[in-house]
């Protein structure tokens, strides 16, 4: 923990359009581990990690990253920018191509290459390795696969580049409980690879199982950081910071 942040936000206010939206979040994302992003709907999460992205612009404060300004006033990286610093993102939308099959959406993603011959086979199976069955359904259409394939499928195109820093918007969202436990996985498996990780998540469970620290926003800043296990451990802190949103998952 002595070592610097990966990622660090100061002061950072988001508008979009005429709405306020992001008022002064700050936050760190400590290297190698996964960061959990909680909080009730409409907190601002997935605003902080498009702004992060670049995806929308932020009016005030800075957002650093790996020695690398992001966007301070005046001074705003493009996403492209963003993303070639080792930054990927998975939204919540997933974004993946339903009429092309498995191997054609991880072509896509594979922004240097033009042929699946120019993936690096490690890095293919490394991948298989938490995924396997994106191996299985290699020549299968995208959308054929279940909720919890393509949301494994969206987690492969963003890691089949190296990439210092995974984004990830609610990867349980929509999944059944069995489905959510082998995501725990393949994500546990993949943690321990180094990769440091920003999650925002609803489920709790899955919050408990896969974080190392947390951050948790209300209206648009951060109400609350520290470790994952101490707020595990204090259920009236869970209460008070979570609310209705904790005792929906539980
Ligand atoms: N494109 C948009 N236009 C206007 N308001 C938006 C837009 N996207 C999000 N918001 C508003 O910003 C606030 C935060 O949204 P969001 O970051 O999506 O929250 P969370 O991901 O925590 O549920 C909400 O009040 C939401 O209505
Ligand atoms: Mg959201």
Redesign the pocket.
């Known amino acids: 923990m002595s070592s610097t942040p990966i990622l660090t936000l100061e002061g950072v206010h988001t508008h ?2 005429a ?1 306020h ?2 008022h002064g979040v700050d936050l760190e994302v400590p290297r190698g581990q996964v960061t959990m ?1 909680l ?12 702004t992060i992205m670049g995806l929308w612009q932020a009016s005030q404060g800075q957002v650093r990253f790996d020695g690398h300004v992001l966007a301070s006033p005046g001074r705003q990286l493009a996403t492209p920018d963003i993303a070639q610093r080792g930054v990927a993102y998975v939204p ?1 939308t997933m974004g993946i191509f339903a009429d092309l099959s498995v191997k054609e959406n991880l072509l896509l993603a594979a922004r240097h290459a033009r042929s699946i011959d120019d993936i690096d086979t490690h890095r293919l199976e490394w991948i298989f390795g938490f995924f396997p069955a994106l191996k299985k359904f290699w020549l299968y259409p995208a959308g054929k696969l279940s909720g919890g394939q393509k949301q494994m499928l969206s987690v492969a195109r963003a890691i089949i580049e190296p990439r210092k820093l995974l984004l990830i ?2 990867p349980s969202k929509g999944l059944a409980p069995a489905i959510v436990q082998n995501l725990i996985t393949a994500l546990r498996e993949l943690k321990r690879t180094a990769t440091s990780i920003l999650m ?1 998540e609803q489920n709790f469970g899955m919050a408990k199982a896969l974080g190392d620290s947390v951050a948790v ?1 209300d209206d ?1 800043h951060v109400v609350h950081h520290g470790r994952m296990s101490d707020l595990v451990e204090d259920e009236e802190l869970q209460h008070r910071l979570l609310g209705l949103s904790l005792q929906a998952h539980q």
């Open positions: 979009i359009g709405y939206i992001l992003l909080g009730r709907n409409g907190a601002g999460k997935t605003t902080t990690l498009r919540e918007d609610e925002v926003m648009g």
